[in-house]
């Protein structure tokens, strides 16, 4: 008891606080404006900690990284630009929902869920993380492969009403992610002999791409044939779900949390699988699974809990092994060693005090951005105000530096303008894009660790089927594939019937 009475009065003091407060605003910011995600902000507040103590330090990283990834869903339902990978799943009815004049909502209701995965995952992280970590070692580069490819079958899902231009789509996006050098072999793969194409598409430059350049088109011409769609937001106000929406949803919130913290355990996975993984079984558990995709509550309420709780889970590994799941919590990482916290099971034996006082600083930083973000709400739907041309033309300026501040390159300016302009062809040809991204997302995790584990067993495919797990997700991801095959299957049939029966009534 004297313990967390210690943890408190150190978590809790002014300095700490503050700490937390700042790197919750930063990570907000950065996490809200495409191309500059947390990963970002969490190298440039690095230097910051190495003046301030323990507890204000990793409060201050804390609050960045917890900031950054909920912050990535202001622009994701305002603009349908993500602003980090982990919301791109929350572009899909988040921004629907901004187009029916219910932006408020979007946002007010992905805060709350954001903060509930947020503190669920943190509670799973007290009780077993020992458990957990155990677990997480357990999937090796077999487990992971059958795992990724049970996400990659969410394509399915997400195909709209064609499940042929859902899969043409993916393959697009697991083209996409060949392009440059081979990460193992360091051979050169569809560069056709440029030196430039060797960089290789960056993932959030193509999202910026995808996502942002068909709508700054399609605002150009909306406004040029005088047919723009505004969107009222005068006297907009902070507008919270009700008891009986989150009632509704609670099941899904703990399902969704479960994902993310899980997926979060699992080095080398992350938010963005999560957040998909989580928006494929919310749509297929729904018995309204049709009105995902245009403006569907439940569409911002899964993909917000599960990305954000792999915040939790993804401290799991890295407190209990040292085992950071993706660059973000690399640079935790590298804060915790400067000041002498050196992950592993020693830590919990050697700093208790300091343990618990990272669970405070996880709760402050939840509570920071529950606070920021119900006070701006009122201020980032007045966006909507600005003429859609004049938004474009800021939008693109944005999405530039954005792409620019990804690696400091051109050539990723110039990548995002090649592939906006596929994405909107895209468009025009009614094939969805969100399958293009999560090939993208899933692609280079899913060869990565098919070759690691062709490796590791010397060529023999077979050990693709050791394993029980992973044979669990390969007969999951098979039942997936077939579930909406039948499906279609159905609903073209009775599609036609009703054709056919029209026919007959007017022949009679």
């Excluded at 006297?235 to 919130?253: A, G, H, I, Q, T």
């Excluded at 913290?261 to 080095?267: D, L, V």
Aim: charge should be neutral.
């Amino acid at each position: 008891m004297d313990l967390l009475y210690s943890a408190l009065t150190v978590a809790l003091a002014p300095d700490a606080i503050l700490a937390v407060a700042i790197g919750t605003f930063v990570g907000l910011v950065f996490g809200s404006i495409p191309g500059l995600t947390f990963t970002v902000a969490l190298a440039l507040v690095l230097p910051v900690t190495f003046s301030l103590e323990a507890t204000p330090a990793i409060g201050l990283l804390l609050g960045t990284y917890i900031g950054g990834m909920t912050g990535g869903s202001v622009s994701a339902i305002l603009l349908g630009i993500p602003g980090t990978p982990s919301s791109a799943a929350t572009v899909i009815d988040g921004y629907q929902l901004t187009k029916r004049g219910k932006a408020s909502l979007a946002l007010g209701t992905a805060v709350i869920v954001s903060t509930f995965g947020g503190l669920f995952s943190l509670v799973v992280m007290i009780v077993s993380v020992d458990f957990v970590a155990k677990m997480a070692l357990h999937f090796g580069p077999v487990e992971i492969f059958a795992l990724v490819l049970f996400g990659l079958s969410t394509i399915c899902g997400l195909s709209e009403k064609s499940l042929v231009r859902g899969l043409i789509a993916g393959v697009i996006g697991l083209m996409l992610m060949t392009i440059g050098l081979d990460d193992i072999d360091g051979v050169q793969r569809l560069t056709f002999g440029t030196i430039t194409l060797q960089q290789g598409v960056n993932l959030l430059v193509a999202m910026i791409a995808l996502f942002a350049v068909p709508h700054v088109i399609q605002a150009f011409t909306e406004y040029y044939r005088n047919d723009t769609q505004t969107v009222n937001a005068t006297d907009v106000s902070v507008e919270l779900p009700s008891f009986r929406v989150l009632k509704d949803n609670f099941w899904l919130m703990v399902r969704s949390a479960f994902i993310g913290t899980g997926i979060g355990a699992i080095p080398g996975t992350g938010g963005p699988i999560a957040a998909f993984i989580a928006y494929a079984q919310a749509k297929r558990s729904a018995k309204d699974g049709e009105r995902f995709g245009k403006g569907a509550l439940a569409g911002v309420v899964a993909p917000e809990t599960a990305n954000n709780a792999v915040t939790g889970g993804a401290m799991i590994p890295l407190l209990s092994l040292g085992i950071p799941g993706d660059p973000a919590t690399a640079l935790v990482l590298s804060g915790l060693l400067i000041h002498g916290l050196v992950p592993g099971p020693m830590l919990f034996i050697q700093h208790p005090g300091e343990i618990y006082a990272i669970y405070i600083s996880i709760i402050v930083a939840y509570i920071c951005v529950l606070a920021i973000q119900l006070l701006g709400i009122r201020f980032f739907v007045q966006i909507l105000r600005v003429p859609a041309h004049l938004l474009a033309v800021a939008i693109v300026v944005m999405c530039g530096f954005g792409a620019y501040a990804v690696r400091n390159s051109a050539f990723d300016v110039y990548t995002m303008a090649i592939l906006g302009l596929l994405a909107y062809g895209l468009m025009r040809a009614r094939i969805p894009l969100t399958p293009v991204i999560l090939g993208l997302v899933l692609g280079p995790t899913l060869e990565r660790e098919f070759r690691t584990a062709l490796i590791l067993s010397e060529g023999n495919f077979a050990t693709f089927f050791s394993s029980v797990t992973a044979v669990v997700f390969y007969v999951l991801a098979i039942g997936v594939i077939a579930l909406h095959f039948f499906g279609q299957s159905r609903e073209a049939r009775a599609a036609r019937n009703k054709t056919k029966q029209q026919q007959q009534e007017k022949a009679v």
